[in-house]
């Protein structure tokens, strides 16, 4: 069926590096994706979107990737802070679905000071 | 302004037992989301409300009944319970974002232990 994964499934990187966090989509319809930040005990935060007319889009700190030839999404966060660690979702919303989410395993990052 | 509120915040059931989890919105959204998520895992869709009066399947129904009870509320019943049903539960709510971007609002999710 159709699923979205993560690569990683830890990541580890010392505060001040630049973070990457990647994902992949297999449902090729699916038109919207969102990053989602979970921190222990709390329920996901919305950090992120992007349309798939689109190839990339900024936040602040943040930035997300769209490849759709190879089906992948990056989340890319500069100058990691401390308050940066959790747990990372990608999720996809297929076209026409209402709003559906299908989430990712999630990536777990770790700054160290 | 409270987002999206969630009741209760931990529930130990018994095999067997039933229960309801209310879940509210003050954000006058149209759709309403119920997701599981189990340990190290992502989230699940289990039942969806998109407006007042309608509900439907998500990926992971069964066991699960749910009742839009108004535009705010949003609830999920466990008429019997089983262990395989402990597992964190957050309802979510959704809204538009800046032009097409639709993004969805979370609860603190209830943590449901079933023995």
């Known amino acids: 069926g159709e699923s979205v994964g993560l690569h990683l499934p830890t990541l580890s990187v010392q505060e001040g590096d630049n973070s990457i966090i990647n994902c992949a989509y297999s449902?090729?319809?699916?038109?919207?994706f969102i990053w989602y930040k979970q921190e222990s005990g709390k329920g996901p935060q919305f950090i992120i979107d992007i349309r798939s007319n689109m190839d990339k889009r900024q936040g602040q700190r943040v930035t997300v990737l769209l490849n759709k030839t190879v089906k992948h999404l990056s989340l890319q966060i500069a100058a990691t802070q401390p308050g940066d660690s959790a747990v990372y979702f990608c999720?996809?919303?297929?076209?026409?679905?209402?709003?559906?989410?299908?989430f990712g395993q999630g990536t777990e990052l770790s700054v160290k000071p | 302004n409270a987002g999206v509120t969630q009741t209760p915040k931990f529930q130990v059931l018994k095999t067997g037992q039933s229960m309801t989890l209310q879940c509210a919105q003050d954000?006058?959204?149209?759709?309403m989301y119920w997701y599981r998520q189990d340990p190290g895992m992502g989230l699940r869709l289990i039942y969806y409300s998109a407006s007042e009066g309608t509900t439907d399947k998500g990926e992971v129904p069964n066991g699960y009944n749910v009742s839009r009870l108004n535009k705010r509320e949003f609830s999920l019943r466990l008429e019997s319970a089983a262990p395989s049903q402990t597992s964190v539960y957050f309802c979510?709510?959704?809204?538009?974002?800046?032009?097409?971007?639709?993004?969805?609002?979370f609860g603190p999710g209830t943590r449901l232990t079933v023995l």
């Open positions: 979510a709510s959704i809204g538009v974002r800046g032009g097409d971007f639709n993004e969805q609002f």
């Open positions: 449902n090729s319809a699916s038109d919207y």
């Open positions: 954000m006058n959204h149209n759709s």
């Open positions: 999720a996809e919303n297929g076209n026409n679905q209402g709003g559906k989410l299908i």
